[in-house]
């Protein structure tokens, strides 16, 4: 398997502007997460589903960031509208609940000038 | 959500074990103790995790206080590709995924 796929790799947008990162977890994996990291917070969880659910969002900053799965083999973080504080390398994982292990694609960098 | 305490960084010398310590005092009966490690530039990587027993893995050991109010993870042989963030999070089983992670114990290893 190709790993949990996320894209793009580096995004670098204007204050204002809409931003989606995309993911694409493991197949198979039921449980899907959004991190974002930052040096002054490190690594926080935003939102996580369970079988294409939203189980959790308490993390999510704010209503300019949505989160949405349309199917087990994708997901979807937006930010509308962005702003400088958003500026963030933002990680998706997916895993299997009877495994317990997380696997983390390797993040989208987002500047927002 | 109960904490863990690492030291913020720690050195070895490459092919030495090294001990990474872990203290959660406040550990309760239901947290899964877990590891994961973040290379550089790269996301964090699932190392090992348990609840009571010790563990072993084909990447490290897991050495779980009689008390459970401490770990040590244990790479045997550390290797330059071992130098990342190892950060030690407690998950609680009732709340599957959430993993809070601390600020980790930076681990540099010297040819």
């Known amino acids: 398997d190709a790993g949990v796929i996320q894209s793009p790799r580096h995004e670098v947008t204007e204050m204002g502007q809409e931003v989606t990162l995309r993911c694409k977890p493991i197949?198979?994996?039921?449980?899907l997460f959004w991190y974002r990291q930052t040096m002054m917070r490190g690594l926080e969880l935003l939102i996580y589903f369970n079988n294409n659910v939203p189980i959790d969002d308490s993390g999510m900053p704010e209503d300019r960031f949505s989160a949405k799965m349309p199917n087990a083999s994708f997901s979807t973080l937006k930010i509308q509208p962005s702003e400088p504080r958003d500026s963030a390398v933002y990680f998706c994982?997916?895993?299997?609940?009877?495994?317990?292990?997380?696997?983390f694609g390797e993040g989208s960098r987002l500047t927002v000038l | 959500d109960a904490k863990t305490t690492q030291p913020n960084s720690m050195e070895s010398n490459e092919e030495e074990p090294v001990h990474l310590p872990c203290n959660h005092s406040t550990i309760s009966g239901t947290d899964y103790i877990h590891w994961y490690r973040q290379l550089p530039s790269q996301g964090p990587e699932y190392v090992i995790h348990?609840?009571?027993s010790n563990v072993n893995n084909r990447m490290a050991s897991l050495a779980i206080a009689e008390d459970r109010k401490s770990s040590t993870l244990i790479l045997h042989r550390a290797t330059l590709r071992d130098a990342a963030v190892y950060y030690c999070?407690?998950?609680?089983?009732?709340?599957?995924?959430?993993?809070?992670f601390g600020q980790g114990t930076i681990l540099t290893v010297h040819p």
């Open positions: 348990g609840l009571t």
């Open positions: 197949s198979g994996h039921d449980y």
């Open positions: 994982a997916s895993s299997l609940r009877q495994t317990g292990e997380l696997f």
């Open positions: 999070i407690l998950m609680r089983g009732t709340s599957y995924g959430k993993l809070t």
